[in-house]
């Protein structure tokens, strides 16, 4: 019987257009679904996409995100655009029946996630909120050891997301750089990463403690064609503007499972590039994980006889760790686009209405901008804050 095409709106033609698209293009090459899909628009706003559009078949070019969001013949609509235009698109593809796919993360403010949880709500629509390395089949290979309670009782979660893109003083004030487009610095891009792991693995925090740093607090404004993911062009003599975001952030974290724990990140750890790590200690084991390493769980069964206890490295390539069977045989490793594409698997599945349903969701959106909201509050406030105090 032949599949129901679905129709998917891409709106952004950047990086994360790119890592979309591909995964759109991918799934159903390594996955089975329900669904075939096909690339109907890509939607820009300045930024020409016809060679966009060309390279990836998508079969039209618009730059009118509202009007396509309505059209009868969309049905998915993936927002891959700054941070402060995520609500108003997911709220009206919502109203307009489209399931959702949305990058990270989710939104300005823990209002603006719960506005967005509304709307799909009411429209009964499928929503999955880009934090793609729950995906990592050595992540979800975690997840299934803490679920097994081979770490016991959880004491310990330590979250570190770090990078070092942005240590030159020349990068421009681009979006990401300023807080009422992006909400705020490495708290909003990658504290929500790894909290959102820490959720995952052992469940919400309780209450925070953090100081965020700002080291450069003036940079150049961009310059025509400045890239954003390199110090770009550096534009002679450019006029300069205030930085109103933080470049690091540490905070102590007390999870309602009565772990303590702490959530750090910044973009000015030279060196480290894609440093998402994480490591959780409990009373049976432990287990840590470097995305630079991301086919690798280490594991300390504590369990064992003590003079054979040790961190043990799994590599996660087996067809026995999620996802793995789908791509290839034993110990050919995979990396960072192949978590898109068993995301999107996993979000066709949840559109058939098969397997559990798919997370996160702007549910949980709302969960991790709460928490990052409290984050920014105790720095601010110079004091513990606890995440019910966000509304
Ligand atoms: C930049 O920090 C960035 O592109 C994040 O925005 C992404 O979410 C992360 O996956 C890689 O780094």
Redesign the pocket.
């Known amino acids: 019987m032949a599949k129901k095409t679905l129709n998917v709106a891409m709106i952004g033609g950047g990086?994360m257009g790119k890592a979309h698209s591909n995964a759109w293009l991918k799934v159903n090459k390594f996955f089975d679904t329900d669904f075939d899909i096909n690339l109907k628009v890509i939607v820009g706003n300045k930024t020409p996409l016809e060679a966009f559009a060309a390279r990836w078949g998508y079969d039209e070019v618009s730059y009118d995100w509202r009007e396509v969001v309505r059209r009868p013949d969309i049905d998915i609509v993936d927002i891959g655009t700054p941070t402060w235009e995520h609500m108003e698109m997911a709220v009206a593809a919502a109203e307009a029946g489209k399931h959702i796919v949305c990058e990270?993360p989710c939104a300005l403010s823990y209002q603006q996630c719960l506005k967005m949880a509304e709307a799909a709500k009411k429209a009964g629509v499928v929503t999955y909120l880009n934090h793609?390395y729950r995906r990592v089949p050595a992540v979800a290979y975690a997840k299934q050891l803490v679920e097994e309670g081979r770490l016991g009782t959880i004491y310990h979660w330590r979250g570190a997301y770090l990078?070092d893109?942005i240590m030159d003083p020349d990068f421009p004030l681009t979006w990401h750089l300023q807080s009422k487009y992006a909400g705020g610095g490495p708290v909003f891009?990658?504290s929500s990463?790894a909290y959102d792991l820490a959720r995952y693995l052992i469940g919400d925090a309780k209450a925070v403690t953090a100081v965020n740093k700002t080291f450069i607090t003036e940079r150049p404004l961009p310059g025509a064609g400045a890239a954003t993911f390199s110090a770009g062009s550096k534009t002679e003599n450019a006029q300069k503007a205030p930085v109103d975001v933080e470049d690091a952030s540490f905070a102590v974290v007390e999870f309602e499972n009565g772990a303590l724990g702490s959530i750090e990140s910044t973009?000015f750890a030279v060196g480290c590039k894609?440093y998402n790590d994480f490591e959780v200690y409990g009373s049976k084991g432990a287990i840590r994980f470097n995305f630079e390493s991301m086919n690798e769980l280490w594991f300390l069964d504590a369990t064992q006889p003590q003079a054979e206890q040790g961190f043990r490295r799994i590599l996660c390539t087996e067809g026995v760790h999620p996802y793995v069977s789908a791509w290839w045989p034993g110990g050919h490793i995979i990396g960072y686009e192949h978590t898109f594409v068993n995301a999107f698997y996993d979000f066709l599945q949840a559109i058939a209405g098969k397997g559990a349903p798919i997370t996160p969701d702007f549910e949980d959106g709302a969960a991790i901008i709460r928490f990052v909201e409290a984050v920014q509050l105790s720095s601010k406030e110079q004091r513990r804050v606890l995440i019910e105090e966000i509304k």
């Open positions: 990086f990270k793609n990078q893109w891009d990658l990463h973009r894609n």
